[in-house]
């Protein structure tokens, strides 16, 4: 189905991938994991022709369709069902074919033009269209207003929808589980399972990788390995295969020791140097084996401010909403130092309304919010990302929040969340997806909170929060 054939891929003077021999075939379903700026994204990049091999080549067997997740959805004055129906490109040439059949009197052309139709399913398109829209979280009242009415990630699940409902053997998804809720997730889970084709799927969600991977290619060291089975499977595999190894390198380096230090014992001895020049040359036609290489464990500090208020903020007897609309009515909520809160809920139900009132961007519509007097708020939002200025570096994004820190302190902050050498002084452009995260996160922690609030974040930096603040806790819009 796909073949990498010797494949290398290189940006810059950034190897990727090296030597990579290996085939997919139809019906796998694989997990595509790796490093942030490991090459995943290029690698789909390659598989859809946008990019060239360096050597080498991908072969992918003929006639195969194949559909993949957009970057971005435009807001457009499209209707969220048209806009659906458009990727299947086929069907809407028909459709257009037919109108103009009609119009014309073409009876003959008319009739042979229901039956293309028919045969391409076209009579369940609409149907089917607003079932997968329904699937992704999105109410029937919805379903005809236009891209333009709703945010960035909604446009994003309209997005994926296009995807899944475009005809396709090979279907290549890039993180599709961000801005989904728990519904969503589990609903595009058990679509995937069903997906007669073959899936490529990059995550950093472990448990959807479980529930919908049978096999795991990793890309490490510019190296593409593939693993039958799940997420879980290969770790374990993984695992097994660096204990072997380095009990296979410590073996070699003991065996290298002892051809040394008999050469050097008998190197000098006329009756023996012809046996210590034998061990030279065994020693120098001996296959080096590498010691295991754990990955490096990815450790930072999300600072905090120095004083801290007791509650940090309260809502009392708050109503929350817009003048148009009141959506929830009487909150009374007091955030403690050290909480650890997950808000759910479904679609519509007020989670952001009650995050973007906490923060203070919208006023209660009655009742009081009341913060600390040591208040510090640090908000990830659904679509941090969006606001990045990609023609800039990560060092200009932190020195533009704080003019007079000093290069070598933005330099060390910046080390810290992963940005080390050139990387600090990169194009934001050029970054990965979760490259992106790990900077927007960066630039809410540099602002020192004390209460976090994180609205649907990247999953590429939600597990780095779970484990590294160590005071006061966010109310987290989580997705389980």
Not at 325 to 335: D, F, K, M, T, W
């Amino acid at each position: 189905m796909i073949a990498f054939r010797q494949l290398a891929l290189q940006r810059g003077t950034r190897r990727l991938i090296e030597g990579a021999d290996l085939m997919l075939h139809e019906g796998h379903k694989v997990g595509i994991v790796g490093a942030n700026g490991a090459g995943k994204s290029s690698l789909f990049a390659l598989i859809r022709g946008e990019l060239g091999a360096d050597a080498g080549s991908v072969e992918i067997a003929g006639g195969k369709r194949i559909a993949h997740m957009a970057q971005e959805v435009s807001a457009i004055e499209r209707a969220l069902v048209e806009f659906v129906l458009d990727g299947d490109v086929a069907l809407r040439q028909a459709e257009q074919a037919l109108a103009a059949a009609q119009a014309a009197g073409e009876h003959d052309r008319e009739a042979a033009l229901h039956g293309q139709i028919e045969a391409l399913d076209g009579y369940t398109a609409r149907a089917r269209a607003e079932q997968l829209l329904a699937g992704l979280g999105f109410a029937q009242r919805d379903l005809y207003r236009p891209l333009a009415d709703f945010s960035g990630g909604w446009r994003m699940r309209v997005g994926l929808a296009r995807t899944l409902f475009t005809p396709s053997e090979i279907l290549l998804l890039d993180e599709p589980t961000n801005h989904l809720d728990l519904d969503a997730l589990l609903w595009l889970e058990q679509w995937l399972t069903r997906y007669p084709g073959t899936l490529m799927l990059i995550s950093h969600d472990r448990d959807f990788l479980d529930a919908v991977c049978d096999h795991i290619l990793h890309i490490d060291q510019a190296r593409l390995t593939l693993y039958r089975g799940n997420y879980s499977a290969f770790e374990r595999a993984r695992a097994e295969r660096q204990a072997q190894q380095q009990a296979e390198f410590e073996k070699q380096q003991a065996r290298r020791a002892e051809i040394e230090r008999f050469v050097e014992r008998f190197r000098a001895k006329a009756t023996k140097a012809r046996q210590a020049q034998s061990r030279l040359k065994m020693l120098e036609r001996m296959e080096t084996i590498a010691a295991a290489r754990a990955d490096s464990p990815f450790r930072f500090e999300l600072p905090c401010a120095d004083k801290i208020s007791s509650p940090l903020l309260s809502l009392d007897r708050a109503d929350l909403g817009y003048p148009e609309a009141r959506i929830l009515e009487g909150v009374n909520v007091s955030i403690l130092p050290g909480e650890r809160i997950g808000l759910l809920g479904p679609n519509g139900a007020g989670k952001s309304t009650l995050i973007k009132t906490l923060i203070g961007e919208l006023s209660p519509q009655a009742g009081a919010r009341v913060p600390g007097e040591n208040l510090v708020v640090g908000y990830f939002a659904q679509h941090q990302l969006e606001h990045l200025d990609l023609g800039a570096t990560p060092f200009t994004h932190v020195q533009r929040l704080s003019p007079t820190a000093s290069d070598q302190s933005i330099r060390d902050f910046l080390g810290g969340f992963g940005f080390r050498g050139d990387d600090v002084f990169g194009d934001v452009s050029r970054f990965s997806g979760g490259e992106k995260a790990r900077l927007a996160l960066s630039l809410v922690a540099w602002e020192k909170p004390n209460l976090l609030l994180l609205d649907e974040p990247p999953t590429t930096s939600t597990w780095i929060c779970a484990k590294r603040w160590p005071r006061p806790w966010p109310l987290t819009k989580a997705r389980w």
